[in-house]
């Protein structure tokens, strides 16, 4: 179960840096694809700025759990995961009521299947 607690901790940094990627950087083309059903095509430019702050938050998310892979201590490495897992997915779960459900799937859910996999290690 190790090994997969550690694959999906992979999974979901990578996301969170996609995330990071798309809100910062591609906000106005590959945003625009991902979030149509939600903003208006207008609204991209002018949000521009909130996303890359959001962005940089999913960021922080990411380097959380990519600090997992490099800390030593086991009890220190769990607790690592399971703080930015449940911010990852309390984070999805909020998405999912705020905006739409779509993000529960995406977000929350893959961060709480690593949360039971850290927890079954």
């Given amino acids: 179960m190790e090994i997969v607690a550690k694959i999906l901790i992979a999974v979901v940094a990578l996301e969170h840096l996609y995330i990071l990627w798309m809100e910062m950087f591609a906000w106005e083309t590959k945003g625009k694809e991902v979030f149509k059903a939600v903003l208006p095509a207008e609204m991209f ?3 521009k700025g909130l ?3 959001q962005g940089l938050y999913n960021g922080f998310l990411a380097a959380g759990l990519i600090w997992f892979f490099f800390i030593e201590d086991e009890k220190w490495q769990t607790n690592i995961a399971l703080f930015f897992l449940g911010c990852v997915a ?3 779960i909020y998405g999912a009521i705020s905006a739409t459900k779509k993000i529960f799937f995406v977000q929350a859910l893959p961060a709480i299947l ?4 850290v927890l079954l290690k």
């Fill in 114 to 117: 690593a949360i039971i996999a």
């Fill in 45 to 47: 430019k002018p949000t």
């Fill in 90 to 92: 309390i984070a999805g």
């Fill in 51 to 53: 996303a890359a702050n």
